[in-house]
Every structure is written in C-alpha cells, then in structure tokens.
C-alpha cells in the first residue's frame, strides 16, 4: 500500500479488533497463541511499525530495556557480546528496545539507572554479572521498577525464596558433565582449575567437578585456584605439577584458564573450558557452552511478563549447558 499500515490495517487484515492488535504488541501473554500468530503475520505482511512517541504518551511506558555494558575483559569478555546480540533480538521481536548505559562500579551503575528511571527512558533493566551482596535488585526493588538477572540470587541458600525473576545457566552440571566424560574415558587424576572462593559462577562450577569426583570415589586432590588471567593460570598449573604426580586432565573454570594452562601442560593432557569462546574453538580447547539465545529470549520474556504482572517477580529459569569437545 501507498501509506503506512496502521493499527486498523492489521486488524482487518487479521481478523481481530484493534484492542487485540494492542494486546499483540503491547502483552502479548494475554493473547491466545493462535491469535497471536496470526496478528504477527499480520504485521509482518504490512510491514507495520507502532507509532513509538504515541504509544509513550499513551501508557507512560518506553518499551525501552536499560543494561550496564560492562568492559570486556579476558577471553571470556565474547560471552557477554554473545548474550547482548541475542538479547537485542528477542526484545525486537516483542517491540522492545535495548538501551546501553555504561558506569565506573556499582554505585555509578545505581546513579545512572536512577537518572534513566526519573526521565523515564526505560521501563524495566537486565542485570548481569551478579554476586554476593549484590545492590542492585534491593535498590530496584525497592523503588518498583521491574528487572530480570542473568545470574541467579547467590546469597540465597533456597532459591525458591528469591523475590525477583532471574535467569541463570547450570555451570555445575556443565563441569559435572566434562568431568563424567573425562573419568568415561579412563582418566582418574582429573584436577580443577578455578576461581578464588565467593565468585558464585566459579563455586557452582568446581562443585560439579567435585561431585563428579566423589560418586566416582575418587580423591579430588588437584584443586587450584587464581584469578581469570591466561599468565596466572599457566603459573598455578607450573607449580602444581612441580610439587605433585602429573595432571591427567583439567576442567577450568573458563577457557581464560584453560588457555594458560595449555601453555603449561602437555599436548596430550586433555583440557576442558568453559564459555565456548572463538579463541577455544581457534586453539582446539574443549569447553562447556552456555545456551546464551535461550538465556536472552527468557530474560525478555519474564522481563515482559514482570512489566504488566507483578505476580511473576519469582519466576526462573535454570538452563543446561552442554561440552563441545574437541
């Protein structure tokens, strides 16, 4: 057609009343799925756009989603770029828009999402990189505004006492997976190389390990420990071999580790990591691979679902990871 498609195009085009038509963009939790199929077809055919300003005035809501963009850092930095491709996807696909706001630390983050909140450019956050003692879904919860974690609430022992929706990958059954796969295959002195404690990520992920290990009943004697950096992982597994029998196998706590300690130990060593990061793939490391499109189509659909119901603030999602291996 010659003018834009409206709201009444659509809704004779589908065979619904414009409020449907409405209720597709605006909630589409509300509409019955075949309904909801058909208007979206709809919309597709005439290339319909909602006129966002009006849509704004009319119920005081952006459609807008705030995130922090974090700085990359290490190897590991892919998955985050990764998540916020995806991300930016499934929110188009409900009308949604992803606003990218950066900040110096945490309190910087709380100062500049509370300048987006009192010029109501977003209606709702996805935060990312959560931890123990966390301010953030306190501070949001707090004032009401509604948000969703990729991470899960680590300071809760019950996660079915968490009061917010989050979403979150099972680093622990990834590395239990890894580590099963390696004892499989004839291996016994498998060690882990992680994070220092209180990571949360890193504490899920060298449980897996751990209990791999002991339902194999075996000792689960090589434990290592430094922080994310390739020079630092290469030194720990150094030292480890110096002072103990050789090293079968390692499950790293990301492939940042696993690339030092490729440096480090034999070709023949079998070495898994976990990100499933391009340099990984580049060098030939196995890794755990996080379901990260899945991850970003549930945050926006319990985000969604939070915005117009706050019934939903503790509904989660715990997603499998699976191991390339290579």
Not at 24 to 49: D, K
Not at 77 to 103: C, I, N, P, W, Y
Not at 179 to 208: A, K, N, V
Not at 241 to 249: F, K, M, T, W
Request: charged share 20%.
């Amino acid at each position: 057609m010659s003018r834009p498609a409206t709201v009444v195009d659509v809704a004779a085009a589908a065979g619904v009343s414009r409020q449907t038509v409405s209720n597709t963009l605006n909630s589409p939790e509300r509409v019955r799925p075949a309904t909801l199929q058909r208007v979206q077809a709809a919309i597709e055919s005439l290339g319909y756009r909602p006129n966002g300003a009006a849509r704004r005035l009319r119920t005081r809501q952006s459609s807008t989603i705030g995130m922090r963009l974090e700085p990359v850092q290490g190897i590991s930095g892919s998955v985050l770029d990764r998540f916020l491709h995806a991300l930016v996807e499934s929110a188009d696909k409900r009308q949604l828009r992803v606003l990218l706001f950066t900040a110096n630390d945490d309190h910087d983050e709380l100062a500049q999402m509370e300048n987006l909140i009192e010029g109501s450019d977003v209606d709702g956050f996805v935060l990312t990189s959560t931890g123990y003692g966390d301010p953030r879904p306190k501070w949001l919860e707090d004032r009401g505004i509604a948000f969703v974690t990729f991470g899960r609430p680590w300071q809760l022992e019950n996660l079915a006492e968490a009061t917010h929706p989050w979403v979150d990958v099972d680093g622990r059954s990834g590395t239990h997976a890894a580590t099963e796969q390696l004892l499989t295959l004839g291996h016994r002195r498998i060690g882990f190389l992680g994070w220092p404690d209180h990571s949360g990520q890193g504490d899920e992920r060298r449980q897996g390990w751990l209990d791999a290990m002991t339902a194999a009943g075996i000792p689960a004697e090589v434990d290592l420990r430094c922080e994310d950096d390739v020079s630092l992982a290469a030194e720990t597994v150094t030292t480890a071999e110096a002072g103990g029998p050789p090293i079968d196998a390692l499950v790293c706590a990301s492939d940042t580790l696993a690339l030092g300690a490729r440096l480090r130990l034999a070709s023949t060593v079998p070495i898994i990591g976990y990100d499933d990061t391009p340099v990984a793939a580049a060098i030939g490391i196995s890794s755990v691979a996080q379901p990260l499109v899945e991850a970003a189509a549930a945050v926006v659909e319990l985000l969604s679902a939070s915005r117009v119901d706050a019934a939903h603030a503790g509904i989660s999602k715990l997603l499998k990871p699976h191991v390339v291996w290579r």
